[in-house]
Nanobody, 121 residues
Framework: QVQLVESGGGSVQAGGSLRLTCAPYGYTPSYMSWFRHPPGKEREGVAG???????TYADSVKGRFTISRDNAENTLYLQMNSLKPEDTAMYYC?????????????????WGQGTQVTVSS
């Protein structure tokens, strides 16, 4: 059974940093991404990465967030710096067999349970 287990969320003040971690169990994905669901808004893609470490980012997080993966440890990370109140959301790890999932949620078959990130001003 495939499971994605996230950790690392929390509450920080604006300008602070957090690192999210996602470990897929029972599965080595081709492509992994982070999505977020802000309160009162629609889910949006944040960042994605393939097995060759090629990445893509939403414009809203470019230069502040860094996605990475450790293929040997089969672990996905999202380093979030210079956090803003508008980054407040439930963050989800996702995975797909597709070579390129990008930031389109309908391309992803597996999802984590989510981890809350709250940024106060």
């Amino acid at each position: 059974q495939v499971q994605l287990v996230e950790s690392g969320g929390g509450s920080v003040q604006a300008g602070g940093s957090l690192r999210l971690t996602c470990a897929p169990y029972g599965y080595t994905p081709s492509y992994m991404s982070w999505f977020r669901h802000p309160p009162g808004k629609e889910r949006e893609g944040v960042a994605g990465i393939d097995t060759g470490a090629s990445t893509t980012y939403a414009d809203s997080v470019k230069g502040r967030f860094t996605i990475s993966r450790d293929n040997a440890e089969n672990t996905l990370y999202l380093q979030m710096n210079s956090l803003k109140p508008e980054d407040t959301a439930m963050y989800y790890c996702s995975a797909t067999w597709r070579v390129n999932g990008g930031l389109s949620a309908d391309r992803f078959s597996y999802w984590g349970q989510g981890t809350q990130v709250t940024v106060s001003s």
